[in-house]
């Protein structure tokens, strides 16, 4: 996921919910850490909302099950769909 535009969104997102990308840390790892899942899982969820899946299709594709963060999980997905210019969920 490279467009600017996704990476700010999600950014945001995750700003909003107390969890910041660290100095030289990947957007992925990042979600990964504020998720509570591992970095290839967020990795394949992210690609899969980036191609315009559903939450719960992301979180099928990325082996996701219920988890903690279902609102971190949300507002991120939220955040791409409307940089995409659609709400994905």
């Not at 979180?59 to 507002?75: H, K």
Request: glycine letters at 8%.
């Amino acid at each position: 996921m490279n467009n600017p535009n996704i990476l700010h969104a999600v950014g945001e997102a995750l700003a909003e919910h107390g969890t910041t990308a660290r100095p030289g840390e990947r957007m992925a790892d990042t979600v990964a850490r504020a998720l509570h899942i591992s970095d290839a899982q967020a990795e394949h969820w992210l690609e899969a909302l980036d191609a315009g899946s559903t939450v719960e299709e992301a979180n099928a594709r990325a082996g996701i099950l219920s988890t903690d963060s279902e609102p971190v999980l949300v507002a991120i997905a939220k955040a791409i769909g409307k940089a995409l210019g659609s709400i994905t969920g």
